[in-house]
């Protein structure tokens, strides 16, 4: 049996985007795997988790016991559902798992039972200042056959025009709910009347508005038959989402900023949402992804595995393979990556002709190369996205 000697993190941002990467090592010559532990904007503290806190525990364990170790590190602390335990305990997990599939030599999706479908269908981002914007953007990802896109006017709130904030307002990205909400059905009427009925179109409320105002705007959207409306209201406010189904069938897909069982248990098993979509590293990693999913799969409800630019390669490649296995994928986010990602991680997923494919090599087929990596050091900064305000200058979800 392989035995831990050794857990570390690398963090590396060749896109700007703080990565944090877990590699466990073991006594086995060559024998190491790689797991993502990404939260991009606390990246030391979790670091320091992984090494200060998960190595003393784990080194000169059994890699095969991956159950055991991942209830082993989520009680160790006695408190937990943390966004920082929660990813640095992902790092180990997915890192577990990409060892015992190369221990099986087979990829990991083979160990969950294989693959439900040879590729996974994927969806793009489009966002633009203008509306002709919005549909040239469209045209080019329908001509790769991408068949779902999330279109947004401008970025999450909308672009704000005609501003009137009190003076000495604090700095901020201020958003009026207003105008984004009646920006956002004149871009469905647009995009609709110009690229036809049979694109699968996605939109992102990212929280930002009300729960009344959300719920106004899913039943306005109803007519243009979304493939889902994603996150209108935040975790905390998330019960709204019973008056959305009582008045409307415009889908719901919500999970990003889930961290606890208890978040989505209650959406699941009341059939309350139509799309689960946490960010697995977030939730603790592969192994209670992979029970969520059959847990949704239950209940009707489909997996949307978030995939933005702030999950490692790594991650991705765990998002890929659950999604070749998941009877009830409904499809992925996947935000592309430039060819310096395939060079620092190779072996990640590649998209083909609106499907997404793995490697195909032992575990999630994915590597590192960490000099390569050195070369785009990580940066701790202020975060600035998610101070977002009101007219009136209030700060809100961001
Ligand atoms: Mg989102």
Redesign the pocket.
């Known amino acids: 049996m392989p035995i831990i000697t050794n857990v570390r993190t690398i963090l590396t941002a060749p896109e700007g985007i703080n990565l944090i990467v877990v590699k466990v090592e073991t006594d086995q010559e060559g024998l190491y795997g790689l797991g993502c532990a990404t939260f991009a904007y606390r990246e030391l503290a979790v670091k320091s988790v992984v090494d200060d806190y998960l190595k003393p525990l784990l080194v000169g364990r059994d890699t095969n016991k991956i159950e055991d170790l991942w209830h082993l590190m989520h009680h160790n602390a006695y408190w937990r559902n943390d966004a920082i335990s929660n990813n640095a305990i992902s790092g180990v997990d997915m890192a577990l798992w990409d060892i015992k599939g190369k221990i099986a030599n087979l990829p990991v999706y083979e160990l969950l039972g294989g693959k439900s479908r040879e590729g996974v269908p994927y969806y793009r981002h489009v966002n633009g200042k203008t509306l002709s914007e919005i549909v040239d953007k469209i045209e080019v990802y329908k001509k790769q056959n991408v068949k779902h896109i999330r279109i947004q006017w401008g970025l999450y709130g909308g672009i704000a025009k005609d501003l009137n904030t009190p003076k000495n307002s604090e700095p901020g990205i201020y958003s009026n709910p207003t105008q984004y909400i009646l920006d956002t059905l004149r871009m469905f009427e647009y995009v609709r009347k110009e690229c036809g009925d049979e694109i699968e179109l996605i939109h ?1 409320i ?1 929280e930002r508005l009300s729960p009344k105002d959300a719920i106004y705007l899913a039943k306005q959207l109803e007519k243009y038959r979304l493939f889902y409306l ?2 209108p209201f935040s975790p905390e406010q998330a019960d709204y989402i019973a008056n959305i189904k009582s008045q409307c069938t415009t889908p719901i897909a919500i999970g ?1 900023l889930f961290n606890n069982p208890k978040e989505w248990e209650y959406l699941i098993k009341n059939r309350l949402i139509d799309f689960i ?1 946490v960010h697995i590293s977030q939730i603790g990693g592969f192994t209670p992804a992979k029970k969520l999913a059959i847990f949704a799969e239950q209940f009707g409800v489909q997996t949307a595995w ?1 995939g ?1 630019g702030d999950v490692s390669p790594v991650g991705h490649a765990a998002n890929v393979h659950l999604s070749l296995n998941s009877h009830n994928l409904g499809i992925l ?1 996947w935000c592309g990556f430039s060819d310096l990602m395939y060079k620092v991680f190779p072996g990640m997923p590649y998209e083909e002709n609106g499907y997404l494919y793995v490697s195909n090599k032992p575990g999630f087929g994915i590597d590192i190369d960490e000099e390569l990596a050195k070369k785009y050091p990580h940066q701790t900064n202020v975060t600035k996205w998610t101070q977002t305000r009101l007219p009136d200058g209030t700060l809100v979800t961001p």
């Open positions: 992102d990212h994603e996150d990003e979509r978030h933005p986010e």
